[in-house]
């Protein structure tokens, strides 16, 4: 859904990094864009506040209701898994590889998640 703008972002990206030397990797400018790119990792992978495609009631989470047992898991795990390959490329493209920053930024993202309700189409 959010392809093609995502990939002409983690393009500017690189090319911002590229255009660094690495001993001034670190520096605000990266901060500003780690920002944008944290919405958009947000809207591709449809955690809240961006969940309204699959948020169709109130009280169950949409599609995966019809699912169950093994299809329900590999749902799931699914849906984890784009999660912490996300947190990895944020990790290696602005922390650095860091096992600490993958985790860092898999528990910024399930807190995001849970710190927002499930808005109504209402």
């Known amino acids: 859904?959010?392809?093609?703008?995502?990939?002409?972002?983690l393009l500017s990206v690189v090319i911002h990094i590229n255009m660094f030397y690495f001993c001034s990797f670190f520096n605000l400018s990266l901060f500003v864009i780690y920002l944008p790119f944290l919405f958009m990792v947000l809207a591709e992978l449809n955690r809240a506040?961006?969940?309204?495609?699959?948020?169709?009631?109130?009280?169950?989470?949409?599609?995966?209701?019809?699912?169950?047992?093994?299809?329900?898991?590999l749902l799931f795990l699914g849906e984890y898994g784009a999660l912490l390959f996300f947190s990895t490329?944020?990790?290696v493209m602005?922390?650095?590889?860091?096992?600490?920053?993958?985790?860092?930024?898999?528990?910024?993202?399930?807190f995001i998640r849970s710190s927002y309700p499930r808005f109504r189409y209402d």
């Not at 859904?1 to 972002?9: V, W």
């Not at 506040?49 to 898991?73: H, I, T």
């Not at 922390?95 to 993202?109: D, K, P, R, W």
């Open 49 to 73: 506040p961006f969940d309204f495609a699959e948020g169709e009631s109130e009280l169950v989470s949409g599609y995966n209701v019809e699912y169950s047992s093994v299809a329900f898991v």
């Open 89 to 91: 490329l944020t990790s």
């Open 1 to 9: 859904s959010y392809e093609i703008a995502f990939s002409l972002y």
């Open 94 to 110: 602005f922390f650095g590889f860091s096992f600490l920053a993958i985790y860092v930024m898999f528990s910024v993202l399930v």
